[in-house]
């Protein structure tokens, strides 16, 4: 006999959601003192879990699977339609076994390298303007940085412009209206300019280092055959998407700065920069749930799930979950001294395995981007936080601080002046 699982009334609870944001989900958990509940969104049954336990089952390749999951509409947008994020079993394992390549220790050590040198180019750019806003001088400085680690070549005219749109792609996912038709077009814009590119490697017209992610993703093979010039240049852009993503990191990561400037001190050492970087992974929202499908029935805590049910795993509470973190409310990279990472309690970008399950393969470019951000704000700029209105919109998924973070009066210190 399986429990009856605690269950949402009403026809339809979208609206909550899109005016709820990543509040919803937290909210119904605790007023009805769970970790699973059905709802109804979009029209459809669904089922949404939280917790470290919820996670470990998520990530379950016999009992979940993933195609099916992904609504088109952020598809068109966020992910590109049909890449790895859709695929299951086999197909998927060769697909990430090609993004998981990528990131060996010489070239993740060519991307801190990078991202340093781009930091001081950026430095001396904001010093000169006097006034930036640092969101938008991110998306372009991380543009920048992870289109030489790719190996896509970006003209400094074209580099805003770019940046531009693929932020309107990752702005769209929680978009309705507007805001996601403009994220659809750059979508469409976006995809060209790197077929483009994908098709001068392949002709040789344009010269790539081996092992960089436009070399690898230009000849990749299955089943003997090269992917498409459509799928190679959406798997190209789920690097340089989302890496341009981590400007939202980067903006938190200086509001963490600026609302706890005690910590500033404390960024001395590699560890230090690290728990810094860790902590703005788990402290601000980003992620804020994901979805899969149920492959065959099942029993979890005597709760039904059956074939074809749609579920919700919500990434966010697991960050913020107090039975995993002493005060969640607190800011406190120290938390991260004497961390056990079980795979599935810390998961701002997804759980388990990355070589075998759906984990993000992006983990280390995200940290290493943050690292650099925060070492390079810390020690080597001086600014001023003018008045503006720093606080987090979380009914607005994905969020960021409302100014973007203006920064006033820059100046480049110490050794890098
Ligand atoms: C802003 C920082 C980032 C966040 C919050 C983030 C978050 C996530 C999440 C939640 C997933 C889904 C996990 C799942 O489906 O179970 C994911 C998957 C993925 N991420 Fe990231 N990510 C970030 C940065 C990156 C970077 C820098 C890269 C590439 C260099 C990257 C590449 C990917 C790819 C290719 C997938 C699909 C993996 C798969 O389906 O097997 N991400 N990411």
Redesign the pocket.
Known sequence: MTKEMPKERGIDHTFNLLTEGYNYIGKRMSEKDTDVFETRLLGKKMIVMTGRDAAELF?DETKFK?SGALPIRIQKTLFGVGG??T?DGEK?RIR?AM?MS?MTEERLGLFRTIMEEEWKRKGREMERKGKAVLYDESEELILRGICRWTGVPLTDVESWGRAYDIGAMIDAAGGVGKRYRVGEDARVRTEEWVEDVILAIREGRLQTEEGSAAHVMAFHEESGERLDLHMAAIELL??IR??V??A??VAFAALALHDFPEWKDKLNTQKELNNFANEVRRFYP??PF?GAIVKKDFEWNGYAFNEGDAVLMD?HGVNRDPRLWDKPEEFNPDRFNGFVDDRFNFI?????D?NH???????P??VT?IEESVRYLANSLQYEVPEQDLTINMVRMPTLPTSRFVMDRIRVVGSEQ
């Open positions: 990530y993933r790895v994020q695929k998927h990430k993004f990528l789920n690097v989302p890496a993503a981590v939202r990191f980003f992620t994901l990434f701002p970008q997804g759980g388990g990355p399950g759906h984990r993000c393969p992006g983990e470019v995200t981007i």
